[in-house]
Antibody, heavy 117, light 113 residues
């Protein structure tokens, strides 16, 4: 069955950096777009990044553009999110999610990022 | 960016009774392919969201048939024919027509009266 397992969350000071990882299994990772969606505490869902199968197409939402970078390693079935210049408003649970047919069919359990001094 | 507006934002429901959630988009979600990419998600407390419905009305495998989706253009509805206790949580609609900025509604919290 499809599994998406995120890791790398934690407590970071404002201005700091962190890398999130997602390991995928149960499907052909190299044939799938992948994305990161976040959810701030008590708030709704926000798509922040996605990447095409080969990595040739990348999108970052305006709130994270220039600070976050999505990448993937198809040889390791892994998705990454490099986050720099972190702000308090980046505090959220970050979900690794598989897009399918212009929606999101499988979600990881999420990893919590807290940005605080 | 397409704005998705859900109503109500809070929905107290009685077990066994029907419930419905409205979702409106600021632009038509009819894609040039002829498909309409509107999907619905359910998030139970402490869990990840789960897709219920894609392309307006296509239920995912394992989703009970008491859930149904309908609508076209800019107006969409999720209906639960008879609410069960496991249906509590937050429901989100999402548009997948206007790339790259796919957007979610604010969420509707369903709770048992």
């Amino acid at each position: 069955q499809v599994q998406l397992v995120e890791s790398g969350g934690g407590l970071v000071k404002p201005g700091g950096s962190l890398r999130l990882s997602c390991t995928a299994s149960g499907f052909d990772f190299s044939d799938s777009f992948m994305s990161w969606i976040r959810q701030a505490p008590g708030k709704g869902l926000e798509l922040i990044s996605y990447i095409s199968e080969s990595g040739s197409t990348i999108y970052h939402a305006d709130p994270v553009k220039g600070r976050f970078s999505i990448s993937r390693d198809n040889t390791k079935n892994s998705l990454f999110l490099d986050m720099n210049s972190l702000r308090a408003e980046d505090t959220a649970v970050y979900f690794c999610v598989r897009p399918a047919d212009s929606s999101f069919d499988f979600w990881g359990q999420g990893t919590l990022l807290t940005v605080s001094s | 960016e397409v704005v998705m507006t859900q109503s109500p934002l809070s929905l107290p429901v009685t077990l066994g009774q029907p419930a419905s959630i409205s979702c409106r988009s600021s632009q038509s979600l009819l894609h040039s392919t002829g498909n309409t990419y509107l999907s619905w998600y359910h998030q139970r407390p402490g869990q990840s969201p789960r897709r219920l419905i894609s392309k307006v009305s296509k239920r995912d495998s394992g989703v009970p048939d008491r859930f149904s989706g309908s609508g076209a253009g800019t107006d969409f509805t999720l209906r639960i024919s008879r609410v069960e206790a496991e249906d509590v949580g937050i429901y989100y609609c999402m548009q997948g027509t206007h790339w790259p900025a796919l957007t979610f509604g604010e969420g509707t919290k369903v709770e048992i009266k």
